[in-house]
C-alpha cells in the first residue's frame, strides 16, 4: 500500500505535513515529527510587517536614543547589530535542512507588493524545498473593491514567481468572492499549490476594558467542513497542488480530506495539543482505514468524493445550504 | 577591526584608536564602566565576541568587574599570573585603583592601562577632560605617558606597551578625556608587523616566567619590618633610572618603523626662542600652531610637549630646550588647591632650579598657568595671550587662561574675536537634536570626504546633559594638511541648524565665518523664511553676509516615511550646498552607506532612506537676504524675567550657550546651587500633549503618578477659588467619600510636558460609545499651547490639598501632595523618576536625600537647571551627591548627623524643661510624628518652641534655634541604580543594612549601567543582551530583596508601579514608617532595555504577571503578630516568562544572533523564574522564628 503523494512537484511519503507553526522552531521536534511520519514541514511564518514596520520603528527607535548624551552614545553592543530581518530564519532554515531529511517548506506571511518578496529569493538560496506564500489580508477600506484586492494579490504572486525558481504554494483565507477563478489565476501568476485555509487571528472583545484582543484558538474537527466544500469544488479543476489546512484531527477528518481532494494534509493544532506521537497514531490510523476499505493507494482516494467526482455535487453547493435548513427544521 | 598587514589610514575616535593597540597587545583586560573611557572597553568587549584574536592569534579574556577597585585587583591578578593584561579608566575610577597601583609598581610588574584624562568630582562631578585623575596617581610608581592627538594615542599606546616589558615598570598611558577620546581624526594604522616588531619577546617570556605558579614557588606581598623595608623599596631605583632611556629606545625604534618620531620632551618652534611654553595633552597641538603664527610675524617661540611625565627625565628636559630661552610658562590641566603651584609647574621649577645652571648662565623666569578645567576651550587666542603675558614686563607668576576670574583677578584677558590666519582647512558646524540623527550622519560625512577625497578629517561632537530633547553640537573639519586643531570650530565655511528652534536658543550663527553657507530646516519657505526670524538672527545674517537657505526636511522625512529622522536629508542637502564632491557622487556614496547600514534591517528601510536622498536636493531653496533688518522680535530669553536673579543671570546665561561668558564670581565656590530652578527652563519638548476630558474622567490620578516629569497633575480645591480661572479652565465636582464640596482638576504643564503619552496609556476612563476616546487624549501642542499655559498657571495659584487629611499610603491621595522633584532632564518615559516623584510627594518636605552618581545623579543635579524643588512654605529635598561607590555610606552619615542633632536638641529640652514648660517639653518630646498631622502639628511646637527660646541663657539660643528643626522627624533617603546597589556600592549597602539605622532604601532598578550605555551589572537577568554581555548574560540576576531580608530587621519591599501602583505607594509609605532600615527595589523601564516607553507600563505589568518581577513587601514588624514577615502582593506566575521578553531588544537580540543560546538561557531564565517564586511562596506561607530568639 503506497501513501506517498505529490504537492508542489515534491514527492512526499505521505500526505501529512506538519503545518505552519512554531513547531518546526526546534530542530530536535522537528526530528520527532519526521521520525513520526511527517512528510514535510512548513516553517512559522517570516511576516511582512516583521520585515518592514517593525524592523524600521525599532531601527528608529534604537537610532534615535544614540548619540545623545555624552556618557551613553549607544545603549546596545555594536557587534549585537539588532536584525529583524530574515538572518535568523534563514539560518533556521539550514539548522532544519540539517536536522531533518522531509523537504522544508518556509513560509513568508504579508498583504502588500513590496521590498519583503524578495526574502523568498534568500530562502531559496537558504536550502527551502518550497515556499507557502500566506497571503493574510483583513480589507478595512471601502474605497477598495474585492477586485482590486484581488489584483494585488496577483502582484504579490507574480512578485515571488519573479524571485525564485522553487514551487511555492498561496495560502489563503476562506473570503474571497470567486475561489475557482481566483484560483486560475493564482496558477496563471505563476504559483504552484494552493493551501485552504488559513486561519485569521479574531480579535476578541473584552467588555470590561473596552478592549480588543487578537485570540488564536486552535482548530477543531469542525472546522474540517468549509475547507472539505471549497477542497472538493476545486479539485480537478485546478492544476495547483492542494493543502488542507485546518480541521484535520481524527482519521475520518484525514480520509475526507483525502477524499475531497487534498494532497497534503497540514497537521498543526492536533500536533500542539497532543504531542508529536498523535501524528503518528493518525497515520498509523489512516493507513489502517485504508487498509481496512481497500485502497492500494492515496491516489486512488484522491478526490473521489471531489466536487467532479461526487455522486451529489449539488451537496457542495446551494442545495447543501437548503438541506441543511431543512435538516435543522427537523 | 581587521588585522593590518601594512598601515592603512581611517578615522576613528582616540578610545577606539588606543583600545585597537591595547587589545593587540594584551591576554587579558579588567573592566570596569566609567566616562569617558567606557568605549575602549566596550569596544574591546566587541572584538572579543566577535573572536578577533590579539597579536598571538589568541582571543583576550575580557572580565567586567564590580567597580575600577575590582578591575585593578583582577588585573593585579591576571598579572601575577603571567598574563600581558591591561584596563581603561578615568577620573575616580583611576582613583579607586591607586591601592593597586602602588602594588603593581612596588612589585615591578610590566602592565600598561589607558585612562581619558578627566576632572575629579570636587564641588560639583564633571565628566569631562583634565589632569586631574592623572595628577593624582602621579606618586604611585606609575610611569605616566601622555598623549596630545588621536594619532599620538594610537601609537603612544604601543610604545607603552613596548615599554613596560623590559623596563618592569607599569605604565599609565594617558590623553584628554572627550577633546582626544571622542575626537575622530584620520591616522595611520600600525600594522601587526609593526606591533610585533615593537614588543620584546624575550621580555614576554621572562614576565611569563616571573608568574605565581607551584611549578616554581615564590611569595610575594610580604610583610616587612623596619630593618628591611626601607631598603627594599630603594632596590628597585635602577629601573627608574633605566626607563627614560628604555623608553626613547622605544621611540626610535618606533620611528624606525614607521616615520613617526617622539621624544620624552619634543619641542617645536623657533630654534633660538626666546618663550616656551610647556604643556601636557592635547593644549600643544594648539600652542604650536599658535608658536608658528607668531614666529611667522617676526617672534621667537616654542612649545615643549611632555610626552613621559613620570619618572621625570630632568636632562632630557633640559637638553629639549633652547639655551636662548628666558622665559618659560607651564601650563598645567589641573589644579591643585593651597599648593604653591600646580604639579608640572612645580616640577620644572625645581628642575630648572636644580640643574638649570648647567644650561643658562642665568636661569630662564618660570611661571605657571591653569587651562582647560574640564574641557573648557583651549583656543589659539589663549594661546596667543600666554605668549603675550610672557612678553609682559611683569609677568604673573600665576595665572588662569579661558575664564574671567573677578574673584582672585588670576586670569588672562585675551582677545576673542582672535582667529589663526590662512585658514587650511573647510570647516563646518551643525546643530541638532541627538534623535535627529545628525551626529551619525555627520560621522558618516567625515568618511565618505576622508575616503573619497583623501582629504584629512575631523570631527568632534557636543553632546547635551539633558536626556530628554537632547542637543548636539557637530564641529567638522577636513583638508589637504593634517588637522591640529583641538578646539571648537570656530570660523565655519557652513553652518547647518537642523533643528528650528535651535536658532533663536542657542548660538548657532556665533561660528559662521564672513560669507559662510547657512542652511537651515524650517517648515518655512524660502518667501517666508526671513520674516520669522528674530532681529539679533538677521543682524548677524547680514552683518556676516551669509549665503542663507532652507529646507523643509520634516516634510520631506514625512513624505518618505522616513518619521523624524532627517539625518540623511540633511546630510544630501550639506553636499548640494558645499562644493566638496561632485554631487552625484556624493549622493552615490550615502546611498552606499545607507545600504551597509540598513540592508540587515529590511529593504524597504533601504529603499526609503533612498527616496529620502532623492527628495532632498530639490529640497533646498535659496533666502534672498534684505539689505536691512525687517525685524522687531528680539531673540527671545531661555528665561523668564519673573525668575529669580541668580536664575535669571546665571542659569539663563547657561542655557543660552554662554556659560563660558560668566565670571568666576557668578558661580557659588562651594557648588551649593539652589534648588528649584527646572521650572523656570520651558523646553516645550512634547509635539503633542494630554488633552483632558473632565466629563470621562474617573479621579483615579493615576495620570499623575506614572507622569516622568511630573508635567500633569491633580488638585481638589473650594468651588471659590475658581474665581477668575481661565476660559478654557476644566473643573468638575471632587468625587470623594469624605471631601464634600470641592472641584476638581487634572492639568498639564504643556511647555514641561515631553510628550511621553504614558499619562495616556495608563488612563483607565473609556468613552462608553467610543472606546478610541478616554478621558486623556493627545492633541497637538501648538494650539493649545498657550491657553494650556495659562490654565497651568491659574492651576498653580490654586491652594494645595491639605497634607493633613490625605493618606499617604492610597494612590489618590498620594497624588494630591505637590511633587517636588520636577520637569527632569531624565528620557522621555523614564521608569525610575515616578518613583524620586512618589517619594518628594510624600516625603519630600523633610526628606535628605543621598543620591549615587548615575543616572539619577544627572537628571537630579546636572546643571543648567535642577528639578528638585520646594514647596509653598520653602521646604523640600536636600539632595547630595558624593560619588559612585560611597552612597549608602555617604547616606548613614547624613542619618546619624540628623540623630545626633535630633539628641542634641532633646538635651536641651530636658536642660531647659522647666524655663520651656515641662508639659510643653514633654509634648515635644513625646509628640507622635507618624503622621501628616502629627508632623504639622510638631512643627507647629517648633514654631513655638521658637517663640519661647527668651526663656533660656542667651548665649544657647542661637544653638537651639538651630536644632529646633531637627524635632520634626526627617526622613533620610538613599537613592541609587542597581550599578551602584548590585556592584561598585554593595558593600556599603550591605554594611547600612546591617546598622538597622532609620534610613530608606530606594534601588531604581533598569537592570545594567543606564548612565553610561548599558553595560551589565549584576541586576542584568539571565539571557539580556547588554554590553559586557553581549551573548547574553549566563548567569542569574543577585537577588538583592532576599539577600536584605537574611538580615531579619530589614523591610524589603519589590515594587513596579505599572505592574501595581498601590503596592509601590503602601510600600513607599510603610518602608518610610518602619523605624528601621528600609530597601526598597524599583523596577524601572529604561530605554536600555530596547522598546518604546510608551508601553513602559504595560511592560511592567508583563515583568509582574510573568513572575520575572514578583511583587513583595517583607515586614519584620510582622514577626510581633506571629505572621510571617515577607507577604507577595502578585499572584504566581500567570503568563510564560517569554511574554515578558519577546517584547523587549535586550532578549531579542541574542534571538536574532544566536537562537540556541537564546533558547537555552530562556529556558533556564524561567527556571529561575519559578524556583524563586516557590522561595518567596514557602516565605510567605511560614513564620519566621524570632531574630535573636
Known sequence: MKLTTNYLGLELKSPFVVGASPLGDDPDMAKRLEDCGASALVMHSLFEEQLTSESAALTALTESIEESYAEALSYFPESAEYALGPEDYLDHISRLKKRVSIPVIASLNGRTPGGWIGHAKLMEEAGADAIELNIYDVPTDQEESGAELEARVMEVISGVRGKVKIPFAVKLSPFYSSLPNLAKNIHLAGANGLVLFNRFYQPDLDIEDLNVEPKLFLSTSSELLLRLRWMAILHGKSPLSLALSGGVHKVHDAVKGVMAGADVLQIVSLILRHGPQSLETLIKDFTAWMQEHDYKDVAEMRGCLSHRNSPDPGAFERANYLRVLQLWKV | ?1189
Not at chain 2, 443 to 470: C, E, R
Not at chain 2, 985 to 998: A, K, P, Q, R, T
Open chain 2, 1 to 1189: 577591526m581587521q588585522t593590518q598587514n601594512g598601515e592603512a589610514r581611517r578615522s576613528m575616535d582616540g578610545n577606539e584608536a588606543t583600545a585597537y593597540v591595547a587589545y593587540r597587545l594584551s591576554e587579558t583586560i579588567a573592566l570596569y564602566p566609567i566616562t569617558p573611557s567606557t568605549p575602549m572597553g566596550e569596544i574591546s568587549d566587541e572584538w572579543a565576541a566577535k573572536g578577533t584574536q590579539n597579536l598571538w592569534s589568541h582571543v583576550p579574556k575580557i572580565v567586567e568587574m564590580q567597580s575600577e577597585a575590582g578591575a585593578a585587583g583582577a588585573v593585579h591578578g591576571m598579572l601575577q599570573g603571567g598574563s600581558l593584561s591591561t584596563t581603561f579608566t578615568a577620573s575616580q575610577g583611576l582613583l579607586l585603583m591607586i591601592p593597586i597601583m602602588y602594588k603593581l609598581a612596588g612589585q615591578l610588574i610590566p602592565f600598561c592601562m589607558h585612562v581619558t584624562a578627566r576632572s575629579l568630582a570636587t564641588h560639583a562631578l564633571s565628566i569631562f577632560g583634565d589632569h586631574s585623575d592623572v595628577m593624582s596617581v602621579r606618586q604611585t610608581g606609575f610611569a605616566l605617558l601622555s598623549s596630545a592627538s588621536v594619532q599620538e594615542a594610537h601609537d603612544l599606546a604601543c610604545i607603552a606597551h613596548a615599554a613596560t616589558l623590559p623596563s618592569r615598570v607599569p605604565f599609565l598611558h594617558f590623553f584628554d578625556g572627550f577633546r582626544t577620546s571622542h575626537e575622530i581624526n584620520d591616522l595611520e594604522i600600525l600594522s601587526d608587523d609593526v606591533l610585533r616588531a615593537m614588543m620584546d619577546e624575550n621580555a614576554i617570556q621572562a614576565h611569563a616566567k616571573r608568574a605565581m605558579t607551584p611549578d616554581h614557588p615564590s611569595i610575594r606581598g610580604t610583610a616587612q619590618n623596619p630593618d628591611a623595608f626601607f631598603q627594599a623599596r630603594e632596590a628597585a631605583n635602577p629601573f627608574y633610572a633605566a626607563l627614560p632611556g628604555i623608553v626613547q629606545e622605544a621611540m626610535f625604534r618606533f620611528a624606525s618603523l614607521t616615520g613617526r618620531s617622539y621624544h620624552l620632551f619634543d619641542y617645536t618652534g623657533d630654534p633660538e626662542a626666546d618663550r616656551v611654553v610647556v604643556v601636557m595633552g592635547s593644549g600643544g597641538e594648539t600652542l604650536r600652531e599658535t608658536s608658528l603664527h607668531l614666529n611667522s610675524t617676526g617672534q621667537r617661540t616654542g612649545v615643549l610637549q611632555v610626552r613621559l611625565y613620570r619618572p621625570f627625565d630632568s636632562w632630557s628636559f633640559l637638553n629639549a630646550l633652547p639655551a636662548s630661552v628666558k622665559h618659560i610658562t607651564v601650563l598645567d590641566r589641573t589644579k591643585e588647591p593651597g599648593a604653591p603651584g600646580e604639579p608640572l609647574f612645580l616640577d620644572i621649577s625645581s628642575v630648572v632650579r636644580a640643574k638649570g645652571s648647567t644650561k643658562w648662565p642665568v636661569l630662564p623666569r618660570v611661571t605657571g598657568g591653569r587651562f582647560g578645567l574640564a574641557s573648557k576651550e583651549f583656543t589659539p587666542a589663549m594661546a596667543m595671550a600666554v605668549f603675550a603675558e610672557m612678553q609682559s614686563d611683569s609677568p604673573r607668576e600665576e595665572f588662569t587662561i579661558g575664564i574671567e576670574d573677578d574673584i582672585s583677578g588670576l586670569s588672562l584677558r585675551y582677545d576673542k574675536d582672535f582667529r589663526l590666519p590662512g585658514q587650511k582647512f573647510n570647516q563646518a558646524v551643525f546643530f541638532g537634536l541627538g534623535s535627529d540623527g545628525t551626529v551619525g550622519a555627520n560621522k558618516n560625512t567625515i568618511k565618505i570626504i576622508a575616503k573619497k577625497l583623501n582629504l584629512h578629517a575631523q570631527a568632534y561632537f557636543v553632546y547635551d546633559s539633558k536626556k530628554a530633547g537632547a542637543v548636539t553640537v557637530s564641529h567638522l573639519r577636513f583638508g589637504k594638511e593634517p588637522i591640529h586643531a583641538p578646539y571648537l570650530v570656530e570660523s565655519a565655511d557652513f553652518v547647518g541648524c537642523h533643528q528650528y528652534h535651535l536658532l533663536e536658543q542657542q548660538p548657532v550663527l556665533e561660528a559662521a565665518r564672513e560669507g559662510a553657507i547657512f542652511l537651515l530646516n524650517t517648515p518655512h519657505g524660502a518667501d517666508t523664511a526671513w520674516d520669522h526670524l528674530s532681529h539679533e538672527t538677521q543682524e548677524m545674517i547680514i552683518a556676516k553676509k551669509l549665503k542663507f537657505y532652507v529646507i523643509d526636511a520634516y516634510k520631506i522625512a514625512r513624505e518618505t516615511g522616513m518619521g523624524a529622522r532627517i539625518n540623511t536629508i540633511m546630510q544630501v542637502a550639506y553636499f548640494a550646498l558645499c562644493d566638496i564632491l561632485p554631487l552625484d557622487q556624493a549622493i552615490s556614496e550615502i546611498k552606499s552607506a545607507i545600504e551597509k547600514s540598513y540592508a540587515r534591517k529590511g529593504a524597504d528601510l533601504v529603499q526609503k532612506n533612498w527616496n529620502a536622498v532623492d527628495k532632498s536636493v530639490e529640497g533646498v531653496h535659496e533666502v534672498v537676504v534684505p539689505t536691512r533688518v525687517t525685524a522687531t522680535m528680539p531673540r527671545p530669553f531661555p528665561i523668564p524675567v519673573e525668575a529669580p536673579e541668580f536664575v535669571r543671570e546665571v542659569s539663563g546665561t547657561l542655557l543660552a550657550g554662554r556659560g563660558d561668558e560668566l565670571p568666576v564670581s557668578a558661580f557659588p565656590p562651594d557648588g551649593v546651587w539652589p534648588t528649584g530652578t527646572s521650572k523656570w527652563e520651558k523646553r516645550n519638548l512634547a509635539q503633542e500633549l494630554p488633552v483632558w476630558d473632565s466629563a470621562l474622567c474617573i479621579q483615579c490620578n493615576k495620570c499623575v503618578i506614572v507622569c516622568p516629569h511630573a508635567a500633569i497633575r491633580a488638585k481638589y480645591y473650594p468651588e471659590e477659588a475658581l474665581a477668575g480661572a481661565p476660559e478654557t479652565f476644566q473643573s468638575v465636582a471632587f468625587r470623594s467619600p469624605d471631601i464634600s464640596g470641592q472641584h476638581y482638576t487634572i492639568q498639564v504643564a504643556p511647555e514641561d510636558c515631553t510628550g511621553c503619552r504614558l499619562c495616556i496609556n495608563v488612563c483607565p476612563a473609556k468613552d462608553k460609545t467610543n472606546a478610541k476616546h478616554k478621558a486623556l487624549d493627545a492633541a497637538p501642542q501648538a494650539p493649545i499651547r498657550e491657553s494650556e499655559r495659562l490654565n497651568f498657571e491659574f492651576f498653580e495659584s490654586l491652594p494645595a490639598p491639605d497634607r493633613t487629611r490625605l493618606k499617604t499610603d492610597i494612590v489618590k491621595d498620594s497624588q494630591f501632595f505637590v511633587p517636588l522633584f520636577e520637569y527632569s532632564g531624565a528620557c522621555v518615559g523614564c521608569g525610575e523618576t515616578p518613583y524620586i516623584k512618589l517619594v518628594t510627594q510624600l516625603f519630600g518636605d523633610r526628606a535628605i536625600i543621598a543620591n549615587a552618581t548615575g543616572c539619577s545623579s544627572i537628571y537630579g543635579g546636572n546643571l543648567p537647571t535642577t528639578p528638585y524643588t520646594v514647596n509653598g512654605d520653602g521646604r523640600g529635598p536636600a539632595w547630595g551627591n558624593s560619588l559612585f561607590e560611597d552612597n549608602a555610606e555617604f547616606g548613614l552619615g547624613l542619618r546619624v548627623s540628623v540623630n545626633d542633632k535630633e539628641t542634641q536638641a532633646h538635651e536641651m529640652l530636658v536642660a531647659f524643661r522647666d524655663p520651656l514648660g515641662a508639659d510643653f517639653v514633654a509634648e515635644i518630646l513625646a509628640a507622635d510624628q507618624s503622621t501628616e498631622a502629627g508632623i504639622a502639628a510638631q512643627r507647629d511646637r517648633v514654631s513655638e518652641l521658637r517663640n519661647r527660646l527668651g526663656r533660656i541663657p542667651e548665649n544657647l539660643r542661637s544653638r537651639l534655634d538651630g536644632l529646633a528643626d531637627y524635632l520634626v522627624k526627617k526622613s533620610v533617603w538613599i537613592v541609587g541604580g542597581d550599578g551602584w546597589a548590585y556592584d561598585i556600592g554593595f558593600g556599603g549597602l550591605d554594611h547600612v543594612l546591617s546598622l538597622g539605622e532609620n534610613i530608606n532604601i530606594l534601588v531604581l532598578d533598569t537592570e545594567v549601567y543606564s548612565n553610561t550605555g548599558g553595560q551589565a551589572s549584576k541586576s542584568t537577568p539571565t539571557g539580556a543582551v547588554a554590553k559586557f554581555a553581549t551573548s547574553g548574560k549566563s548567569q542569574a540576576k543577585k537577588d538583592l530583596g532576599l539577600y536584605a531580608m537574611s538580615y531579619g530587621d530589614v523591610y524589603v519591599a519589590k515594587i513596579a508601579l505599572g505592574g501595581k501602583d498601590s503596592q509601590t505607594v503602601k510600600a513607599l509609605a510603610e518602608a518610610e514608617a518602619y523605624p528601621g532600615t528600609s530597601l526598597i527595589i524599583a523596577y524601572s523601564h529604561c530605554i536600555a532595555h530596547g522598546y518604546s516607553l510608551l508601553h513602559g507600563l504595560e511592560q511592567q505589568k508583563l515583568a509582574v504577571d510573568t513572575g520575572y518581577w514578583p511583587l513583595y513587601r517583607h515586614d519584620p514588624r510582622r514577626r510581633v503578630a506571629g505572621l510571617a514577615p515577607l507577604v507577595l502582593d502578585s499572584p504566581a506566575p500567570k503568563l510564560p516568562l517569554s511574554r515578558f521578553t519577546e517584547n523587549e531588544i535586550r532578549y531579542r537580540f541574542l534571538e536574532a544572533t544566536n537562537k540556541e543560546r537564546a533558547t537555552a538561557l530562556a529556558h533556564v531564565a524561567q527556571e529561575h523564574v519559578n524556583a524563586r517564586y516557590e522561595i518567596y511562596r514557602r516565605m510567605a506561607t511560614s513564620s519566621l522564628p524570632e531574630k535573636n530568639s
